[in-house]
């Protein structure tokens, strides 16, 4: 079982990321932003920044020569414990990277990318039998490929602390099957979890359901329980929330299950959505979706980006939206703008339901659950068509 504490000394770590010659500063600088907020999460404070701007990550080493070398030398000098790259690794990479950095037996600096991260993230999260397991299976998948000796999960999940030395290959091969193993027994786990859950949502049959979705951190979970009046855990934090909820709310006289599922982000890993698929089945099996957005965030309009390509690779693109523009408390020279104006720029451009909110300050949720009201009155009365 792997234990979703990372030991730590210092907890110092770099960033490094890549852009092409047509990435503006800015929206590196916003990467980097959010792969410190990742590592902040888990106690991991971010104190060097690399950029470099490549056609192409290098085959061999992510980086070039030369901004190798400027890292290594950082690194060396401030007693860097963590080396977090803001996109996936391949193995090669990373054994590459190991060599170059000289880490030796004492392992004094682990390698992470963004993948590693929020997997680490969602295992910390984690707190139903479902959650665990899907995120365990998720990590197994990650790593096969990747044992070398910088990656100590293995040593966690055994039960053991710190790192082993000199380990050759027939321990890496000893390792392989373990995970195999590791694999093949959580998918096992996780086949008869979604049987259980099919079985729960069939039940639910007779009444319309409605799932929160959105980016993560942008207040999904404040909302549910502004609506449902529930105690969901929210909290400003990335990936606060893991496990899907789901609470019975009833507006005026039409009730509906509304669900608040893990929130998206960039470069969310493959292995997590493939074993997170029972999970989002509650987003697309849901006759309305609340798109949440923070509106507050300058790149909010790439996370909606991002957000709808999810949905669409997870085959929920199609279902009815309502677009919610939370956090309007926080908007710089709010008195300024005109929100009736923004709320039209958005359903001309986006073609959806649009409704501008504080979920916070309770700001316009009268008029938010009127929109979620009608849009489940239509639903319920094609379920009931004699409901008066």
């Not at 999460?41 to 992510?62: C, E, G, H």
Request: net charge positive; hydrophobic share 40%.
């Amino acid at each position: 079982m792997f234990a979703a504490k990372m030991e730590r000394q210092n907890n110092l770590a770099v960033l490094v990321a890549l852009g092409t010659k047509d990435t503006r500063v800015e929206e590196t600088e916003e990467h980097l932003d959010e792969l410190a907020f990742l590592a902040e999460t888990i106690k991991i404070n971010a104190v060097k920044r690399f950029t470099q701007k490549l056609p192409v990550p290098d085959n061999r080493t992510f980086v070039g020569k030369g901004k190798l070398q400027e890292i290594k030398s950082f690194v060396a000098e401030n007693k860097i414990n963590y080396l977090l790259f803001d996109d996936d690794l391949s193995p090669s990479q990373l054994r590459n990277l190991e060599n170059e950095l000289n880490l030796g037996k004492e392992l004094s600096v682990r390698i992470y990318d963004r993948s590693l991260l929020i997997l680490d993230i969602f295992l910390m999260r984690a707190q139903t039998a479902q959650a665990r397991t899907q995120v365990e299976l998720a990590m197994n998948q990650y790593l096969l490929p990747r044992l070398t000796r910088m990656w100590t999960h293995l040593e966690r999940q055994r039960g053991g602390t710190g790192t082993r030395g000199g380990a050759g290959e027939k321990e890496i091969e000893t390792d392989r099957r373990v995970v195999r193993f590791q694999i093949t027994k959580l998918k096992e786990e996780l086949e008869k979890i979604d049987k259980q859950r099919h079985t729960q949502r069939k039940s639910r049959s007779g009444i319309v359901r409605v799932a929160l979705v959105g980016y993560t951190n942008v207040g999904k979970s404040t909302l549910m329980n502004v609506l449902s009046k529930a105690e969901v855990k929210a909290e400003n934090k990335l990936f606060a929330t893991v496990d899907s909820t789901v609470r019975k709310v009833v507006i005026e006289n039409i009730p509906f299950l509304l669900s608040d599922t893990v929130g998206f982000i960039r470069k969310l890993p493959h292995h997590l959505i493939e074993s997170f698929k029972s999970t989002l089945d509650e987003v697309r099996e849901a006759d309305l979706l609340l798109h949440v957005v923070d509106i507050a965030h300058p790149f909010h309009e790439n996370q909606i980006a991002v957000v709808r390509k999810t949905l669409a690779d997870i085959g929920a693109g199609n279902i009815p939206t309502i677009l919610v523009l939370n956090k309007i408390d926080l908007l710089k020279d709010r008195e300024q703008i005109d929100l009736n104006a923004l709320s039209s720029h958005y359903r001309q451009f986006e073609q959806e339901e649009v409704v501008i909110v504080s979920a916070t300050h309770k700001e316009n949720i009268e008029l938010f659950r009127k929109k979620i009201f009608e849009a489940v009155r239509r639903k319920h009365l094609l379920i009931y068509p004699n409901f008066v």
